[in-house]
Nanobody, 116 residues
């Protein structure tokens, strides 16, 4: 069974950078689009970045120009490079398939806190 494990979060100051990783226990990126999601306190979960099986990327307006999603199929890993971080980026970040997330794939997520 596929398992997704997010890592790379932490506490950073505004303007800082983080690189998140989403490691899969099985090879799924060749057959599924993947997305990074985030959920901030008191907010619903939202997708912020998507990468298709062909490598096309899309971003939420709130992160365009600052975040970059990429993947390494050989390593079964999806990345999210986050630059110019803002306090409003504070959230727990998750990865999953897109557009339909697989319930069993949800991992622990990784906490990103942007604060001065």
């Amino acid at each position: 069974q596929v398992q997704l494990v997010e890592s790379g979060g932490g506490l950073v100051q505004p303007g800082g950078s983080l690189r998140l990783s989403c490691a899969a226990s099985g090879s799924i990126y060749s057959v599924n689009s993947m997305a990074w999601f985030r959920q901030a306190p008191g907010k619903t979960r939202e997708s912020v970045a998507v990468i298709t099986t062909s490598g096309i990327t899309r971003y939420a307006d709130s992160v365009k120009g600052r975040f970059t999603i990429s993947r390494d199929n050989a390593k079964n890993t999806v990345f999210l490079q986050m630059n110019s971080l803002k306090p409003e980026d504070t959230a727990v970040y998750y990865c999953n398939t897109f557009p339909i997330a697989v319930q069993e794939y949800w991992g622990q997520g990784t906490q990103v806190t942007v604060s001065s």
